[in-house]
């Protein structure tokens, strides 16, 4: 399995790093599959400020992958979606598709709420998820994780980085 590096943020304007639960939950399970984090921060729901960061970080050739956690929701400060939907050179219209298919089993129709998306920017795969631990966990465990590992069959994302440049 190819090591991939991944920059994690949690976008909240009420969680620090003792309170971080879904951040500290990521970080565990990314490693645990054997990928590095190579930075982990937490930016407030600003959008300004967290294009900011997503622009930053995909223009970093030592980041293969942002996974941003929180401010998916529809209230007025969540705006995670919007500050990173300009950036993309293209959607993955499946994730959010699927994740919400999963979360339907789990929370039924309180799924509708979520926003959550991925794409690519720069050749950077990012994925924004919710803030809850439970929704990470699911995102992680029964779709990202398949698709970062270089072993998934029939085809995954990792062996579509070296084309994505084209």
């Not at 795969?125 to 590992?149: E, M, N, R, Y």
């Amino acid at each position: 399995m190819k090591e991939l590096k991944i920059k994690l943020i949690t976008i909240s304007d009420s969680r620090n790093e003792s309170t971080d639960k879904s951040g500290k939950l990521l970080k565990k399970l990314i490693e645990k599959s054997g990928h590095d984090v190579i930075e982990k921060i937490i930016v407030p729901d600003d959008i300004y400020e967290i294009r900011y960061q997503i622009s930053k970080s995909i223009t970093d050739k030592n980041i293969d992958v942002i996974i941003t956690t929180g401010g998916t929701g529809i209230t007025g400060r969540d705006g995670t979606p919007e500050a990173v939907k300009v950036l993309l050179d293209k959607e993955i219209d499946g994730f959010g598709e699927i994740f919400r298919s999963l979360s339907y089993e789990k929370i039924k129709t309180s799924s509708l709420q979520s926003r959550a998306l991925a794409g690519v920017a720069n050749s950077t795969f990012i994925f924004v998820l919710p803030g809850s631990s439970d929704a990470c966990s699911t995102a992680w465990d029964k779709i990202i994780s398949h698709q970062l590992d270089s072993d998934t069959k029939p085809c995954n994302l990792v062996m579509l980085m070296p084309r994505l440049k084209e």
